[in-house]
């Protein structure tokens, strides 16, 4: 199988990239709970660029391939999976050897997500992380503050979040540091406000106050954390679940959290599942699934790259995110099946 090998971690993206290349070894076999999943599309996300850079959360043996997630067809199946056999799935991978930028993925059925037949290839492959994620933050906003600040919001997660928050009548400022990015969801009604304005600040506060957002959902962390805890309402609430700055979080008064009672505090998807109760994953994933086959719900999705162009593709995804994802494919395919993006 072919696959895509990172020699060694380098904080220097153009570097790290130039150093991967396309490898081939046999196919490995699953193992006892394990499934092999032929890859039709993996995604390039914010994760996967850590990754490379020895900077996310954790470290596999060199070397590696990386891949959190993407989408495919189970191959074999090991001892206790039969009934996985032939499915199309989802899939994520945390601490396997393997990833998904491959042609073949082995992972532990758990971590497989068995697809409902209309649920879309080019979705599928970027739905097992980040729709999770919006759905779960969203049900942290549900009925307990009027108004939430996003930033990042040309994302992914955050227009999945706007999505299921402007329907249930949540009024959301959206912070962005292009003017051009589209946020998705209800921007006519919402607010929209460039992080590198002179009058950030004082917009985002007058907005936070007039529209009462206690809550606020960063994905950069760095002294935004900072910029928008000291300028929301007493008794505000920030969840960090991004660290895309790069940098810790900063320029947080300690007047704010003392007198003003205000919180920080983290989410992690992978705690969040083990939270939930019994059948109460499959149960979101349906509502999800189903949500994306009535297009209430998409993930943008800006070009395919053959497998081999990993370069080109992580290059054109790291000089403009808000445009979408690059998925990359070992099997492209001209008969993509729902309107597909452009190929390259
Ligand atoms: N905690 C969890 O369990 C969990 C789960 C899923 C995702 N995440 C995290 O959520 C974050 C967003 O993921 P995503 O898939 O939604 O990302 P995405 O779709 O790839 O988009 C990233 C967005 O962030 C903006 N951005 C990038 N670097 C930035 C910076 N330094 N300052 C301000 N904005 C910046 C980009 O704007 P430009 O267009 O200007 O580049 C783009 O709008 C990532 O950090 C990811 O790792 C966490």
Redesign the pocket.
Known sequence: MKYIELPTYTLNIVRAAKSMSMKEKPAPHPGKGQVRIRIRYAPC???DI?FIQGRYGFQKPLPATPGFEGMGTVIETGEGTESLDGKRVSCFSQYESGGTWSEEFITSASNCIPLKDDMPDEQASCFA??PF?AYALFHRVKNRHQAVIL????????RLFAALACEAGIEIIKI???TE?DTGSGDEQRHVIN?HDADFLPRLKALASSLNATIALD??G?S?TGDMLNNMPAGSQVIV??????KPLGNIHILEIVFGNKTIT?????Q?IGSLAKDEFHDISQKLQEMFIRKKLTTKIQGIYPLGNFEKGLFR?IK??????ILFSPVIDPGVRTGPPPQV
């Open positions: 996300n914010p994760s850590s992380i980040n994620t930033n990042a919001a040309g994302g992914q997660v955050s962005v540091r292009k990015v992080q994905a950069v760095g935004m679940y991004g660290g895309l700055s790069g983290g989410f992690d998807l992978n969040w995804y403009n995110m808000s445009a979408g994802k």
